[in-house]
């Protein structure tokens, strides 16, 4: 396989990552990075990071964890740059933040040169991996790459390994409320059941529809689809006012054939006129074409 090839596979593993050259200038630092410990508070975590959500039972196991077997794995960061000293988190926020309740002094690094576009990549590929991303989380970290680097859905699915179509339903919960996103956040419900709701209206009534009642992904689609006939149904059965029913008079009186106004939404609807029989219907034609002609 080719290097061009792989470099645009970043979605194969972080430890390819490491050994990945950056096509900026890597001043002091080899290309594959070097590997440092350094003071816990020299580090500080990324705005640029995707993962905003970290439960306090996860961090205290993982610190249980440092606490008697220590960091195993080294965090990935970047020099903060000239304007401040220190290091800043490119991969393994989790790992630090549990590091300082475990009150580990010092954490192994790899310091390596790393551009916002690289750092975002790096960042989002490696908590998909792990699957710490929740998938708001997840949605906003591509959409991040899509508006500030210009990146499509096809070259994103390519750099983090997924499909494009799963790209793609992650975005569309970014269209969901906030309100709704929050559900997801907090795993209360799936992204699959998220997307269901996309355009839905009393779309918080159905979600604690689905918490209360355990209700699967199908469950929704088939609650969504009821609801969405029902309304289709009240809105057609509105009170026809008087103007609609004279026009309706108007017509039949001079088809001589039944004339039905169906109202839809807003100013929409339907014109219907009822037959009996092929000779009324060519009846209809004839004069249709008559008056177009």
Do not use: C
Not at 120 to 146: K, P
Not at 201 to 219: C, P, T
Not at 250 to 268: I, P, Q, R
């Amino acid at each position: 396989m080719s290097s061009n090839v792989q470099k645009n596979r970043l979605g194969r593993g972080i430890a390819s990552l490491i050994g990945d050259a950056s096509a900026q200038d890597t001043k002091a630092l080899p290309l594959e990075g070097e590997q440092r410990v350094v003071p816990i508070e020299e580090v500080r975590p990324s705005p640029l990071n995707p993962r905003k959500d970290f439960t306090d039972q996860d961090l205290e196991d993982l610190a249980n964890s440092i606490r008697t077997k220590g960091l195993v794995q080294p965090l990935i960061v970047r020099p903060s740059g000239t304007l401040e000293s220190g290091y800043e988190i490119v991969a393994g926020e989790r790992r630090w933040r549990a590091a300082q309740r475990a009150e580990i002094a010092s954490v192994p690094v790899i310091v390596r040169d790393l551009t916002d576009r690289q750092l975002l990549e790096i960042a989002i590929i490696e908590n998909v991996q792990r699957a710490d991303l929740n998938a708001v989380e997840e949605a906003l970290g591509y959409q991040e790459l899509m508006e500030r680097f210009s990146y499509t859905q096809d070259e994103l699915s390519n750099v983090i390994g997924k499909s494009r179509s799963h790209v793609a339903n992650m975005l569309r919960l970014l269209k969901l409320p906030e309100s709704i996103q929050a559900y997801v956040r907090s795993g209360d419900i799936s992204a699959g059941h998220a997307r269901t709701l996309v355009g839905v209206g009393q779309a918080e009534e159905i979600v604690k529809e689905i918490i209360a009642k355990g209700l699967s992904v199908r469950d929704v689609e088939a609650l969504v689809q009821a609801r969405l006939r029902g309304a289709s149904s009240k809105s057609s059965a509105r009170e026809k006012d008087a103007d609609t029913k004279a026009f309706e008079k108007e017509l039949t009186d001079a088809l001589g054939l039944k004339v039905a106004v169906k109202l839809g939404s807003g100013e929409n609807g339907e014109l219907r006129i009822r037959y009996t029989n092929f000779e009324q219907l060519d009846e209809i034609r004839n004069r249709l074409l008559k008056k177009a002609g």
